[in-house]
């Protein structure tokens, strides 16, 4: 959890030294990684179920609409919830660690892999059907 906190304050920080509004910094750090970690799960739940064969793509995601929206909901919650149990959610400081932009970049660069991962199985299982 330290990297993830040291990534969040780093995003607070980030959108603190520009935003004209620096009380919503911890906010819109929040919701960034709550955006990256929902993409990544779906990634991961996308390559297992295409995978085993099992998985109807749009079928699933219209038939649970409002478990997805929900989960979506719990997942921005905890991830403000986090953010506030680190204790600088309303900080305009600069960040504490200056490393934040490496752990985000392997961040990123693990979201993108497995987004297009996810993309390519689902291909390659659509092909050879």
């Given at each position: 959890m330290g990297a993830y906190a040291e990534l969040w304050d780093g995003l607070r920080g980030y959108y603190a030294s520009f935003s004209k509004e620096r009380k919503s910094a911890g906010?819109?750090?929040?919701?960034?990684?709550?955006?990256?970690?929902?993409?990544?799960?779906a990634s991961i739940v996308s390559?297992?179920?295409?995978?085993?064969g099992q998985f109807i793509y749009?079928?699933?995601?219209?038939?649970?609409?409002v478990v997805l929206l929900l989960f979506g909901i719990s997942d921005a919650?905890?991830?403000?919830r986090f953010a506030k149990s680190t204790g600088r959610y309303n900080s305009t400081d600069p960040p504490q660690s200056t490393t934040w932009k490496r752990?985000?970049?392997?961040?990123?660069?693990?979201?993108?892999?497995?987004f297009v991962s996810a993309i390519a199985v689902a291909y390659f299982n659509r092909v050879s059907a």
């Amino acid at each position: 959890m330290g990297a993830y906190a040291e990534l969040w304050d780093g995003l607070r920080g980030y959108y603190a030294s520009f935003s004209k509004e620096r009380k919503s910094a911890g906010f819109s750090a929040a919701m960034a990684l709550s955006f990256l970690f929902g993409v990544n799960l779906a990634s991961i739940v996308s390559i297992l179920l295409l995978a085993s064969g099992q998985f109807i793509y749009f079928d699933w995601l219209f038939g649970n609409t409002v478990v997805l929206l929900l989960f979506g909901i719990s997942d921005a919650y905890a991830h403000v919830r986090f953010a506030k149990s680190t204790g600088r959610y309303n900080s305009t400081d600069p960040p504490q660690s200056t490393t934040w932009k490496r752990v985000l970049t392997i961040y990123a660069v693990v979201t993108a892999a497995l987004f297009v991962s996810a993309i390519a199985v689902a291909y390659f299982n659509r092909v050879s059907a």
